[in-house]
C-alpha cells in the first residue's frame, strides 16, 4: 500500500490534479449568478455545453431565457421583451410553444396581478426551480450523484437495520441507530430491511432471545428475555419493575412465550 501510495504522488505531484476543482468552481460560479439574479454564467455555460445538453433533451437553457423574458416585462421594458422573445423563442421547440404562449400573456399584465396563473411567473421561487434545474442539469452532464458518499452508505446501512418497529414512540431503542435523530430523519423514507430470517433482541440486555435465553411476558404484555427478568427479580427479592411502564410483579408471574 505504501509502495502504491509513493508512486501515485510520483505521477500527481499536486493533490488537485485527482480532483476535477474546475468543474466545482464553475457550477459555483453559475450558482451564484442565478442567486443574484445574473443568468449570463449559466446562458454561457449553456453554450459551451450545447451538444450534450441536447442529447439530455435538457430545457435549462430555454428557461433560462424566459426568466430573462419575465424580468423584462417585471422591469417595465416591454418592447425590449418583445425583440427578446422574438430573437429567442422564434424557433423554440413545440414542447415549449404553450409555455411561450403564457409568458407572451404577461405582456399585458402586471408584476402585483392577482390572476394565479400569471402570478406564479412573475414569483421570486423560479430563480430557486431554475438552480435546481441547474444542479440536475449538471450532475446529469457529468454523471454525479445528487448525494454524497457518505449521505448513500449511511442510508444502505439504515436501510438494512429499519423495521416497522423503529421510530415508534413506545418502542423506542436508543441502541438502535434507526431511533436516534438526526439518523432517524434519514431513515424515514428508506424501505424496511428484508430478512429471511428474524431474531427477537431483549430490550433489556440486547440479547437473542431463544432458547437458552426464551421471551417471557409481564401480566401488562411487555416481553423481555427471561435471562435479564432473573438478575432483576434476584436483585429485587423477587419483583420485576418493568423499564416501559414502571410496574412491579413477580417473578413468577411471567410466561413463556411460544412464537409460531
Known sequence: MANMMVKIAALYPNPLDLVDVELFLVAQKVESGLRNHD????????????????????SLEFRTHLQNFIELVRGEKRMEAIRYARKHFSNVEEAHVKEVQVAMTLLAFQPGTSCKKYEKLFSESRWSDLIKLFHQENYSLHQLNGQSMLSVTLQAGLSSLKTP???KSDQVDLRCPVCTEPLGELARPLPYSHCAQSHLICTLSGKVMDDNNPPMA???????????????????????????????????EAKKVFIM
Open 218 to 252: 409481564l401480566p401488562n404484555g411487555y416481553v423481555y428475555g427471561e435471562n435479564a427478568l432473573r438478575v432483576l427479580a434476584t436483585e429485587n427479592n423477587g419483583s420485576v419493575i418493568c423499564p416501559k411502564t414502571n410496574e412491579t410483579f413477580q417473578f413468577s
Open 165 to 167: 418497529h423503529c421510530g
Open 39 to 58: 443568468t449570463q454564467p449559466c446562458l454561457s455555460w449553456c453554450h459551451e455545453n450545447r451538444s450534450k445538453l441536447k442529447k439530455l433533451k435538457s
